[in-house]
Structures are given as C-alpha cells and as structure tokens.
C-alpha cells in the first residue's frame, strides 16, 4: 500500500464553479515532499471553506484502481488528481477503509474520517452526463482524513495502518446508509458507539410503515 502522487491546487476563479464561483479542485501532482500542517498539505487550498475547510476534511484520497475503472467506464483515461484528491493511492480498498482508522504516511499519521459527496463543483469540473447519480450509485467515493500528527509525505511513500478498530463504520456503509440504504444502515447500527446521527436517520429510514385493515 502507498502513495503513487500527491497532489495540489490552489484556488481559483470559475464561472462553473456553483455560488462561490472559486474552486481549488484542480490539484496537480508535486514531485517533492510535502509538509502536512494540522488542516492539509502546504501549498494545498480549499475554496469552499463552509463545506470543505473542516479539519475533517483536511486531507482527501483516492485510489488508482478506482481511477482506472472509471477511465473504462467513461471511454477517457484520468490522471492523478483529477477528481480533486491530495493522495493518489495503491493498493487500498477504500470502500472498506473504517471511520477513525490511523495511516502512518512518511511522518504524518492521518485518520480516516468519511466517504466524499458529490456535489455541484465536481459536476460541472467532470463535464459528464449525470455525473452527480452515476459518482453516487457506484459509491466509489474515497476518503477523507484527518491530520493527527503533522509531518511530511511524499509520492511513493508506504501507508501503514498502524490502529484500525475491530468493528466500525466502513466508507462504503457510511456513503450507502448517507443514500438510504436501510441494509448499510442496520450494519452501522450494530457498530459499538456509533454516532447518533446514524440513530436519528433510522427513526425516518426503518420506521415501520403504515398498516392497513
């Protein structure tokens, strides 16, 4: 498992870019190390800091072997960094990675935090037919991480697992139960500790229907 690019954008102005019309989505792979500062990676922006600047929020991966698939799927290759991730990665399912697993990246530890929602921005940056329906069926969504220690990364770095919890909240579970996934939902509330979010969308997604006679 490791890093095959980091990646990153700084902010800029865009017609297509939803209210703000500013994005930072366009990263672009760095060949030296990097510094990972308690909220991201120098040299690295967030436009939207009212939906993307939380510290959970502060690091985004996505793996290559899901690039690849959508590359056949859409009929054009994607390079590193294309759907606005900072770590490029190999050889990690990150539909399985759990909420709160710790990687040991270079000299950062980051923490695994949630799936990646699509939104109007990567809509129109993709410039793909129902992009937004198509992103949230396969549920190939990556994931978020937070910095737990700063340090430094770079491309070809190892990423160690160093802490994973024995039962927790996979990105795939997260992202489908998120979509109303009753199934995905019921797995999550079996996970000791979940957060009560997941307790409130059950009262509305499992609540028993209204009978009849």
């Known amino acids: 498992m490791r890093i095959l690019s980091v990646n990153v954008g700084r902010s800029v102005d865009a017609a297509w870019a939803g209210g703000l019309g500013r994005t930072a989505i366009d990263k672009r792979a760095v060949a030296h190390r990097v510094a990972v500062l308690a909220n991201g990676l120098a040299g690295d922006e967030r436009a939207d800091s009212e939906h993307h600047g939380s510290s959970d929020q502060a690091v985004y991966s996505y793996a290559r072997e899901d690039y690849d698939w959508w590359a056949g799927e859409l009929g054009r290759p994607l390079r590193d960094g294309q759907f606005g991730e900072n770590l490029t ?4 399912d990150l539909s399985r990675a759990l909420v709160g697993e710790r990687w040991r990246v270079g000299s950062a530890l980051l923490e695994v935090t949630k799936p990646r929602t699509p939104c109007v921005v990567f809509r129109n940056w993709m410039d793909e037919p129902g992009w937004v329906k198509r992103f949230t069926r396969e549920g190939r969504t990556g994931a978020y991480l937070r910095v737990v220690e700063t340090g430094e990364l770079g491309p ?11 039962v927790g909240v ?3 579970d997260w992202f489908r139960a998120r979509h109303g996934d009753p199934d995905a939902l019921r797995r999550i509330l079996a996970v000791p500790g979940h ?16 009978t009849t006679g």
């Open 170 to 172: 996979s990105m795939a």
């Open 195 to 210: 957060a009560a979010r997941w307790d409130e969308m059950a009262e509305r997604v499992l609540a028993p229907g209204p």
């Open 89 to 92: 990665t190999s050889g990690i």
């Open 156 to 166: 070809g770095d190892d990423v160690e697992v160093v802490s994973r919890p024995e």
